[in-house]
């Protein structure tokens, strides 16, 4: 199976910071990683496919990038709706699986 | 907009098996893959597996041997069988469509249910 490593797992970040937040993969997925936000008591939310591409709906502050093991979103300014666990996922193997999770509190 | 939405009971013994049923709404259930996804409390998202519209199926392999997913075109609706439950098996369980029809990743999800298993 593809393992996907997230870091951090835990961030506190204020209003208005740039936020990046990084999934390596245990193999190359060329560029089948998605992001997904996920808040207290909700399901998921999809924010990037295919590692750069912004759900339609989603706020231009949230970007990805990378391809091969290496991945990332950043938000380039943080909003009081964006504090939630953020999810990387990679959709390459028939064998589907999720990051660990990035927590982002409020400092 | 298509909706999904979970049922099935919030309890289950341990060794019975759990059964869940995700009805989609405004939207057909054909020309798509389906998904179920599971999250123990405070824990990650684990994917539990897909069925296509058509029948064709794809587990975890951590789970297969356990799991089963069927589709019932005429109901609009597919369903999760897990069998002999453990204590590890409780969790929230979310059905998702697929974003494209085929590309494995979800843009529509149920609310989520959480499912305990306990005696």
Not at chain 1, 43 to 57: E, F, R, V
Not at chain 2, 63 to 68: A, D, F, H, I, Q
Request: hydrophobic share 30%; with cysteine.
């Amino acid at each position: 199976d593809i393992q996907l490593t997230q870091s951090p797992s835990f961030m506190s970040a204020s209003v208005g910071d740039r936020v990046i937040i990084t999934c390596r993969a245990s193999r190359g997925i060329s560029s089948y990683l998605n992001w997904y936000q996920q808040k207290p008591g909700k399901a998921p939310k999809l924010l990037i496919y295919a590692a750069s591409n912004l759900q339609t709906g989603v706020p231009s502050r949230f970007s990805g990038s990378g391809s091969g093991t290496d991945f990332t979103v950043t938000i380039s300014s943080l909003q009081p709706e964006d504090f939630a666990t953020y999810y990387c996922q990679q959709s390459y193997s028939n064998f589907l699986t999720f990051g660990q999770g990035t927590k982002v509190e409020m400092k | 907009q298509v909706q999904l939405q979970e049922s099935g009971p919030g309890l289950v013994r341990p060794s019975e098996t759990l059964s869940l049923t995700c009805t989609v709404s405004g939207g057909s259930i054909k020309n798509y893959y389906w998904t179920w996804i599971r999250q123990p409390p405070g824990k990650g998202l684990e994917w539990i597996g897909y069925i296509y519209y058509s029948g064709d199926t794809n587990y975890n392999p951590s789970l297969e041997g356990r799991v089963t997913i069927s589709v019932d075109t005429s109901r609009n609706h597919f369903s999760l069988n897990l069998r002999s439950v453990t204590p590890a098996d409780t969790a929230t369980y979310f059905c998702a469509r697929d974003k494209d029809g085929y590309s494995f990743l979800w843009d529509s999800w149920g609310q989520g249910i959480l499912v305990t298993v306990s005696s």
